[in-house]
């Protein structure tokens, strides 16, 4: 199975700050990467697809870049809705798997 | 509008069997793969497999081979997940999401919290 290192486990920013999260793939996975956000008590979203595309309605402060087996989330300027978990996932190949997760939350 | 509603939460004794139902609208149920995420209370997600809405063939990952049954009643756009006998390991969140090209998961079900507890 394709082994997802995602980081850091937790994150903690200011309201503007510009954070990023990080994906390792065990092996390239020809960005075929997808970034989700959860809220406490809610289903994933799909935020971006493809390492790079953005998700319809998706604010453009969410952007994603990467290729091979290194992948990353980029946040412009963090706002209060952004809080919740952040998860990378392959569909390289079955079985896709994900990311542990970061949880990001406003200082 | 493509919507996933899913059933509502379970409670239930080890050994015993659930059966949990996805029932989709908006879109043509046959035209899209159903999959199938877990999510154990404070974990990450677990991709569990798919099931063919075309042909009802199921693909299950290694994990859940044993006692998991995915199913469909196409006349009715509702995708199933039954597990049979339940263990704690078990309790969990399960979600139904539909697949999208190229293996992206952007409509999810709101998940179904199943408890197993004695």
């Known amino acids: 199975d394709i082994q997802m290192t995602q980081s850091p486990a937790s994150l903690s920013a200011s309201l503007g700050e510009t954070i990023s999260i990080e994906c390792l793939a065990s092996?390239?996975?020809?960005?075929?990467l997808a970034w989700y956000q959860q809220r406490p008590g809610k289903s994933p979203q799909l935020l971006i697809y493809?390492?790079?595309s953005l998700q319809a309605g998706v604010p453009s402060r969410f952007s994603g870049s990467g290729s091979g087996t290194q992948y990353s989330l980029k946040i412009s300027s963090m706002q209060p809705e952004d809080e919740g978990d952040y998860f990378c996932?392959?569909?390289?190949?079955?079985?896709?798997?994900f990311g542990a997760g970061t949880k990001l939350e406003l200082k | 509008q493509v919507q996933l509603v899913q059933s509502g939460p379970e409670l239930k004794k080890p050994g015993e069997s659930v059966k949990i139902s996805c029932r989709a609208s908006?879109?043509?149920?046959?035209?899209?793969?159903m999959n199938w995420v877990k999510q154990a209370p404070g974990n990450g997600l677990k991709w569990m497999g798919w099931i063919n809405t075309q042909t009802g063939k199921p693909t299950y990952a290694d994990d859940f081979k044993q006692r998991f049954v995915f199913s469909l009643e196409t006349s009715a756009s509702t995708a199933y997940l039954q597990i049979n006998n339940l263990n704690i390991e078990d309790t969990a969140t399960y979600f139904c999401t539909r697949y999208d090209y190229p293996g992206i998961f952007a409509y999810w079900g709101q998940g179904v919290m199943v408890t197993v507890s004695s």
């Open positions: 996932q392959q569909s390289y190949k079955f079985p896709y798997t």
């Open positions: 908006g879109y043509t149920f046959t035209d899209y793969a």
């Open positions: 493809g390492a790079n």
């Open positions: 092996e390239g996975i020809s960005s075929y």
